[in-house]
């Protein structure tokens, strides 16, 4: 084993729970078990405070009235409860934080009266949170490696999430952000909105279209370009602007050639 | 020596008391500023801006996206230097990121890399590059040298600036239960650029100090003003502090604290 694979090990131990516990990683006997346990719940509380700080901002912005900061739940039992099964950066660590920062967001005394679309909110925050999840690609490699994509046949991301909202978050949300006295509403109106990642860890949020629904609902990796215009009634030039624009966001690869 | 610079970091929920402030002479950029910072234009036009970010880690060449965004970033805040860390937090293949400052294994692998991609690296900026000491909380039985001999041979073989972070050294020096100034001596300090100060509080999963956005103590500014002696190209001091909880109260103190004893 190379030292970089070494490190790599290191790495993997300090931000895998379960991995740290098994024998595979204890017999390396790479340093102190104890020392190494403590640095690796320390980081996994920082790295979740990164996160909530992050991506429950608007929560965060409402505490004054909700009476309830996201990051608090760090402190608690439940997340030391947590801390045996967590992977940093997964997705089932990912939806088993952001859950408990919703539900403390949401438990505040009086907090649906004055904010009606706090459950609206938090789960639009838990959407980001959860789908800047999994590896991404730090490094592109030289130039000779760049990606090209082969037109084939597109895939949803597994990541890709659609979600119903039943009022206007993004009109709202802004606002949230700037000083303000009376909390700022957003309009009640059914809205659909995707929420994706790009290979290089970008989140994205974005309205949705019938064209775009109807896309990621058939690509399924197997259909071709052909198909989807067909089955999607779009035009050649209106299906590749469309898939053009979910491939940056993260939202549909290519099954071959990308 | 040089004249010295006083300043901190960028703390854009800090960005009115910061455009306001007085007694600072930079200020360090830990991310880019956002599209939605209202005061971003008074800063940039007020501050030296140094070049703070996450570049990437050395242990891998940086790709052509990494040094674009870093030539951007440069040329944005008029940077004298432009910083990185002696890290390796995310795994070869990316499945695993630690989101925090790690440093490699001291060994001469590790010493290969690093020297040929911050070469690299520095073919490709237009300013000089810093690089900044990372603390272990436990020692590793593969790493094969001390940390200080493995950064005075990169230095000799790349000539990057050092940004020496005081407290990272505290803190390795506490938890090896030795004297900072004792440790520190064998840093090759005749290479230092920067200097970052900071405060360490308790840390429950630790159990023992970690960095913290509070004051630096007496005994932190004591090893700065034993440190800056010895550092005769030294240009800036920095209060290493960038976190949602910092108060500007605490910023302004500790770099007023930070300049009254140099």
Redesign the interface.
Known sequence: M???A???A???A???APFRTSPDWRDQ????PS??E??A???A???YY?RL?HFFKYSRALAKVTGRTPETVLAGTGFDALLGDLV??SRASAIAVARLAADHVRGGNGALDRVPYLDDLVAYERAMMVVESG?????????AEAIKHQWSAPIRDEGTMLIDFAYDLPLVL?FL?RPWTDVPQPPRQQIRLLFSRSP?GRVSVARTSTAIDTLLELADGRKSLEDLAREAGLRPAELQATLEGLVDIGAVRFSHGS | MAQLMVGAFYNPHLGQELAQASGIDHLAMADPPRADDLWWPRIRERYTLLLHDYLGQLSEPLDERAIARARSLAELYHTPWVAEHFQCLHTEDGTYNLNYVFPPLYTEEFLERFVANANALQGRLDQPLVMENIPGFFDVKASRMPEAVWLRRFFERTNAGFLLDLPHIWLEAHYHGVDPKAFLADFPLERVVELHVAGVEPDRDLEGPWIAPTEPSQEMLDLLHHAIERCPRAQAVTFDAFSPSLSAEVLQRSVARIRAAL
């Open positions: 190379n030292d970089r070494i490190q790599d290191l790495i993997r300090l931000a895998d006997g790479l340093a102190d020392r190494l403590r640095f719940r320390f980081l509380r920082h790295y990164e700080i940093l950066g590896a991404r690609i730090w490094n592109d490699g030289t130039g802004p952000l290089h």
